[in-house]
């Protein structure tokens, strides 16, 4: 069962301000000063939460699947762009910074660091306190801490250039799906 989105003011840090074409699952928290762009789903178990009064922002299409975290503490902020998915189990702890069109994989670690646009992160990795340009893939399990070694990741392979769509393209018809049992 899908709970009700509540519409609030964005001007009310307390409140979240999530688009009325989003589904957020019964079991999943959005909390504190969140604002959800067009057509999120937000899977059950996941949590967005700004119990510390910062901002986190979620541009229209992105997924956020099952147990997916998303946090910050005070004085840094989460800003993802538009299409972005959160695999089942990430954690997105702020400040961070995410571009348009990135994948975030299974168990992944983002914490404290700027990701461009079109970036793949693939599962079970960790990403530290670094900038990664645009474009950039993550291998699977990797740990990226320092700058030097997000400077020197490869460019996405091209069996994983379209993945992000395709999964951004389910996720939407899923809200949709889920907005229309709703009613």
């Known amino acids: ?102 994948f975030v994989g299974f168990g992944t670690v983002v914490a404290s660091s700027d990701v461009g646009k079109n970036c793949f992160i693939s599962h079970n990795s960790t990403v530290l306190g670094v900038k990664i340009a645009d474009n950039r893939f993550v291998p699977p399990g990797t740990v990226v801490q320092t700058q030097d070694e997000a400077d020197i990741l490869g460019m996405v392979p091209p069996a994983q250039a379209g993945f992000n769509d395709e999964v951004v393209e389910v996720n939407c018809e899923l809200s949709k799906g889920y907005k229309k049992m709703l009613g």
């Open 1 to 102: 069962m899908l709970g009700k989105n509540p519409k609030t003011s964005w001007k009310d840090p307390s409140s979240p301000d999530i688009d009325p074409s989003c589904a957020i699952a019964a079991t999943a928290s959005v909390i504190g000063n969140v604002k959800l762009g067009k057509n999120i789903n937000v899977a059950p178990g996941a949590s967005i939460r700004s119990d510390e009064g910062e901002r986190i922002v979620l541009g229209d299409e992105c997924n956020v699947q099952d147990n997916v975290v998303i946090h910050c503490l005070k004085g840094g902020e989460v800003v993802l762009g538009k299409k972005v998915s959160l695999a089942h189990c990430a954690i997105i702890h702020g400040p961070v910074h995410m571009g348009n069109g990135t």
